[in-house]
Every structure is written in structure tokens, then in C-alpha cells.
């Protein structure tokens, strides 16, 4: 009897043991890149309604790649498994605890939809099968086309690298509104260089703001410089700098504002018509760095 009540004994601190442990025991961190949506994870689904193979990340992707071996791809079981999630997702499910924006473009650009933490559900038209980028708890930046003339209006006529009928390399973004409209600076810095410009195909101007704390310069060409404006003076960030104008542009149906990020001090933009080869580096995660959206 006293051999039993010692097996008995013992066999109940063993389960009151085990209990211990597993009430001790924490949930599973969340596993990058396994396949598996985990708590504090963002994970893209191949399929609608959260079906399908799953590509899970814990944060920001600027560039998914397009190819195997080194694209970001679906690694859960399911449809699409293998398959580079770039522009290849139909929902997605938001188990971090901050909010994450889903971009049409890479580096962050284009159209996007946010998904609040937990939230889960499907892409909307205009990214289902067009996912290029993800940021986790993206800052509230504003849109380009309204920072250039502090006022709603403003459309992005040709982004960077984006012609699509002319001749060479689209070496900045075109912005438009209504001839006369003020233009306002991107980017606080020093006047470096003037052209005046006038009206007309001939008539190119260009103003050109050198910032040496960020050894960049933003080019505006074709707005009208205002005359106050001077090589050397210091502007500050949102000041009136010109018009909206046509200047070197065939015609005033034609009117916009071009805005070129160069890399270090200069005073010319780089040649985009009818070049062949970009100078100039994607302009998008500089201009998300300064607090703006490429729209």
C-alpha cells in the first residue's frame, strides 16, 4: 500500500508539473517568411477571400522582384505556391499591430489601400493582381500634384520614366493645372540657377534649388519664375517660386510643370527627349522621404 501511495504521489506531481510548464509556455513568436500567417505578421493570399498559398512578412518591402530565385514569392501550401507575389495577390490579412499600405508601384509609389491592424479581407480593383510594394505603418504624406500649387487641382500628366509616345527617357514628373496657378517649392534650398524662358517651343526656363543637407537638387522647367526670385537666394519649403506657364512647350494646351530630383549640385536637368539612358535615379522613395505621395 505504501509503495502504491508513493506511485500515486508521484504521478501527481508529474501532472501538476506538466501543468506548470504548459501554462508557462508563450505563444509562437511570429516565423518570417515561412508561409504560415503568424501573429504580427503581414501576409498576401495568391487567392480572393484569403485562399490560396501565403507569402507572410514581418515589414516593409520596397521592390517584390519579378523573378526566381531572389523575387519574394508564396511559400504556404495552395494555389500559387512558388509564384513571385508581385502583382499576384487577391487579399491579404493584417495580423501586425500597425497599419500597412499596399502600393501599386515599387518604392512605395502610385495607388495604395491601407489595411488597419487586424483587418483582413481582398485588394480592391485597382491592386487585386497589381501589388508592387508594402509599407508597414506608413506616415501621412501629401500628394505631390497638390504640394507643387498648395491646392487641389493638380494631376500628374507623365511620371518618371513614363513616356509612352516619345522619343527617350522621361527624366522627371510632369505636373499640370491652370496656367497662372502659383508654384510652390517641393524642397527648401538655395537658388543655384535661373532661366526665364518665355511661351513657346523655344523658350525653355528652368529654376534649379540646391539643398546641400540632402546634396540634392530639385529642376522645375517651363513655370514661369517669379521675378523676385534670385540665383543664390534661400527659399524655404511650399514658397511661391513661378507660374504655371508653357514655357518651351509648342503650346499652351500643353502647359505643366516639370519637377526633376538630381543627385548632388546642378544646375541643368538631365535630357530626356530622345535620350536613350536615364541619368537619374527613381525619384519615388526621395520623395516619400520628404513627406510626399508620387500622385
Known amino acids: 500500500m505504501l509503495g502504491l501511495t508513493k506511485i500515486l504521489t508521484a504521478t501527481a506531481a508529474a501532472v501538476a508539473l506538466g501543468g506548470a510548464t504548459v501554462a508557462l509556455t508563450t505563444p509562437a513568436q511570429a516565423a518570417a517568411r515561412d508561409g504560415a500567417c503568424d501573429s504580427g505578421e503581414f501576409c498576401y493570399y495568391y487567392n480572393s477571400d484569403n485562399q490560396g498559398s501565403i507569402s507572410d512578412f514581418t515589414g516593409s518591402v520596397a521592390d517584390y522582384g519579378t523573378t526566381q530565385p531572389s523575387c519574394y514569392d508564396f511559400k504556404g501550401a495552395g494555389n500559387g505556391k512558388g509564384l513571385c507575389i508581385k502583382n499576384n495577390a487577391a487579399s491579404?490579412?493584417?495580423?501586425?499591430?500597425?497599419?500597412?499600405?499596399?502600393?501599386?508601384?515599387?518604392?512605395?509609389?502610385?495607388?495604395y489601400q491601407d489595411f488597419a491592424a487586424g483587418a483582413k479581407g481582398n485588394l480592391n480593383s485597382s491592386l487585386k493582381n497589381q501589388n508592387a510594394s508594402h509599407e508597414f505603418g506608413p506616415s501621412a504624406r501629401t500628394n505631390m500634384s497638390y504640394g507643387l500649387y498648395s491646392a487641389s487641382g493638380g494631376t500628374i500628366t507623365c511620371g518618371f520614366d513614363g513616356y509612352t509616345t516619345t522619343p527617350g527617357r522621361h527624366e522627371g514628373i510632369d505636373i499640370a493645372r491652370s496656367i497662372g496657378s502659383d508654384v510652390h517649392a517641393l524642397v527648401s534650398g538655395q537658388v543655384i540657377y535661373i532661366a526665364p524662358?518665355?511661351?513657346?517651343?523655344?523658350?525653355?526656363?528652368?529654376?534649379?534649388?540646391?539643398?546641400?543637407?540632402?546634396?540634392k537638387t530639385v529642376i522645375y522647367l517651363h513655370s514661369a519664375p517669379r521675378a523676385s526670385l534670385a540665383v543664390g537666394q534661400t527659399i524655404s519649403r511650399g514658397q511661391v517660386i513661378a507660374d504655371e506657364a508653357w514655357h518651351g512647350i509648342s503650346s499652351s494646351s500643353g502647359a505643366h510643370t516639370h519637377v526633376e530630383m538630381r543627385l548632388g549640385r546642378q544646375t541643368h536637368a538631365a535630357k530626356s527627349v530622345n535620350d536613350p539612358v536615364l541619368d537619374n535615379p527613381n525619384p519615388t522613395s526621395f520623395w516619400n522621404s520628404q513627406g510626399y505621395n508620387v500622385r
Not at 105 to 111: D, H, K, M, R, W
Open 92 to 111: 491579404v490579412w493584417n495580423r501586425s499591430s500597425q497599419t500597412v499600405r499596399v502600393y501599386f508601384n515599387s518604392n512605395y509609389g502610385g495607388t
Open 197 to 215: 524662358g518665355a511661351n513657346g517651343s523655344s523658350g525653355l526656363s528652368t529654376i534649379s534649388v540646391y539643398n546641400s543637407s540632402l546634396d
